[in-house]
């Protein structure tokens, strides 16, 4: 057998550790199952080049032997409960993954140098564990992140007796903001996820050197410092995350070279400054930049409406009591007015004073005749 593929169905209990007659097995996927217990060691014995055991419920520490899978390009163990450190010799031995995804785990440690070494990683998942330390700069040496290559269809064809078989591999990426499956379209793809850590450190510089990037996502980690002038070479990226962090600073003006994006978030930093003018960046809501100390379109035209200076606080101020002032003078004329149009001639005028008095008088009296109707 070439191919098991038992997804989404109701497995459950542990993999058997039985797998060592099974030497022609290229690819296994058990994926979408009630799974439990620990990856069976004779598993690594096998020749396989996908290894799919994504949303199990299996827990322990990845076995040494799945080293000897020297051939895989494809191994997602994510949305398990794997705990320990990310393995070291997955960047030494298994130098031909193109996608590995260890999302949603119980990952700890620290990221391994060594993972820089897989020169055919397209699609790098660490995302929602408990990994520490810095982002590796070393980063910028995974190649098919930096250069552009021949895009793999990831299509796998095996014989049976009667017939010759195909299909296209899947993976179920975090990409845009939002999950999805690629499938046909996979090749196309080269991501970075290691959001929902607990990274330290500022985000390398090295990275901008991965030009072929579509996909990064750093969001809610520890990271502090400013966001790297270098993030701007990356002129393919369509979707870049960044927010929940403590990055301080301006954003750079290189952002503008970013043409492709289609999902932008910086927010709930410490960042300062105007947004960068850009088709892409204007074309993004306030929920990207919200939580910053940002201002400029397209959160305000101009920096007194969002994030206001000193001076300007102050003229905004005295502008204000001046209109104050102009009211009180407003009502002083009014009441002066009519008090010398009015009231002032019954002082100073005596034929008007008891026209007056005879008019107010002659009132009184047909009221009190009126009442007195009445009763």
Known sequence: MECLAIERNFLSGEIPDCWNHWRGLGYLNLENNNLTGKIPPSLGHLNLLVLNLRNNGMFGELPSTLQLSTSLIMLDLSDNHFSGSVPAWIGDKLSK???????????????????????????????????????????????????????????????????????????????????????????????????????????????????????????????????????GNMKLMESLDLSMNQLTGEMPSSFSNLNFLNHFNVSYNNLTGQIPTSTQLQSFGNLSYMGNHLYGPPLTKNRSTNRTPTDVANNGSRSEGSNVNWLYVSIVLGFVMGFSGVVAPLFYIKSWRHAYYRKLDHIGRKLYMSLGYYR
């Open 97 to 231: 993954l193109e996608i590995l995804s260890l999302r949603s785990n119980n990952f700890d440690g620290h990221i391994p140098q060594k993972i820089c070494q897989l020169q055919s990683l397209r699609i790098l998942d660490l995302g929602h564990n408990n990994i520490s330390g810095a982002i590796p700069k070393c980063f910028s040496n995974l190649s098919a992140m930096a250069n552009k290559g021949n895009q793999n269809t990831y299509m796998f064809q095996w014989s049976s007796i009667s017939t010759n078989n195909f299909f296209y591999l899947r993976a179920l990426l975090v990409l845009n903001g939002r999950q999805d499956v690629y499938s046909t379209i996979l090749g196309l793809v080269t991501s970075i996820c290691l959001s929902t850590n607990r990274l330290i450190g500022e985000i390398p510089k090295e990275l901008g050197s991965l030009v072929e990037l579509r996909s990064l996502n750093v969001s809610r980690n520890l990271l502090i410092g400013n966001i790297p002038d270098e993030i």
